[in-house]
């Protein structure tokens, strides 16, 4: 009986030591769930200074790089390429050589040319005798005779033909057109020139132009002689500033419009290369605000100020905007002031009123 008595005083000590255990346990997780949910100090945030400031519309699109002048150049004769002094990007100046033909049929066209000339002349001077002329003194020789005996002599058809000989002997050697690039030449010495198919072609070095297109919608907002920013694809090319130059007056099938825009400096850009265009227009001052200060809200913006250490909550009206702002309007109505300190990061849970700790940028 006494046994008994023990073994049960000690199952009632046991029970009391789980359930002092689990009441321990219940409320070191809820102590834990509640640190988990509220947070354990105030927000921390970037500030600055609302103001009036000079703002730059930006407009953003895909263009394509031309050169603003190229020449492609052509052999007149089908003859073997004797030599070929360039090769694809060299750069060569106004009058340099770049390849030439065989001239050896052609000096020889060119000799036969001359000879036919030289008959004709004496066939020519032969029909004036006839006519009682004396073939020294052509200058006394009526216009209307004279032009009937270079006729009859072959005299205009020899003149023509020697032309064209001297023609094809000068066109037998290429030269650069202006000071440019080569490119697009694949024919070597020794081979045929191909008379229907450009040898080479001269992409001038005078500088670069950006074909793009924008929205009819976006035309009030861009004109000639705005800035441009070229960013080729290639980012080891670097960004190169330029300026509207021209507006096609035409809207396609798309509602797109077609612009170009000269591009300063050509070194380590190409025809052709893709890039990404941003023209910036300036729209004087206006209220603006980095887009990072403004947060949607049940589909509504809206911005966050500081007061007191608390995040006060605006609704805002954003206007124009660029790569990294936007413009407020009716930011009076809406209840902000110049000056007036506002959260650009750290703003993506804030709350009305929520505490927040300002950090360094």
Known sequence: MRNRKKMYMVGLLAVGLLAACSET?????????????????????????LALKEFDHELVSNGRLKACEYADLYFRSAEVVAQVWVKNGQRVRRGEKLAELELSRL?????????????SELDMKDVLIGQGYAPDQLQKVPEEVMRLARLKSGYEGAEAQLEAALQDVREATLTAPFDGIVA????KAHSMAKTGEPFCRIISTAGMEVDFTVLESELPLIKVGDRVEVSPYAAATGTRRGSISEIN?????NGMVRVKARVEGSDRLYDGMNVRVSVKRSMGRQMVVPKTAVVLRSGKQVLFTLK?????WNYVHTGL?????????????????????????????????AP???VER
């Open 25 to 49: 346990k219940t409320e070191s997780g809820e102590k834990e769930g509640v640190e988990t949910v509220l947070p354990s100090k105030p927000n921390e945030v970037t500030v600055e200074k």
């Open 107 to 119: 000096d020889n066209a060119l000799a036969q040319r001359k000879n036919a000339l030289a008959q």
């Open 184 to 187: 697009n030449l694949f024919d």
């Open 249 to 253: 007056p035409l809207v396609d099938e």
């Open 308 to 312: 007191d250490g608390k995040a006060m």
């Open 321 to 353: 905007e660029n790569l990294n702002e936007y413009t407020l309007v009716d930011w009076e109505a809406d209840g902000l002031q110049e000056g007036m300190t506002v959260i650009v990061s750290g703003n993506v849970n804030l709350a009305h009123e």
């Open 356 to 358: 927040v700790e300002v």
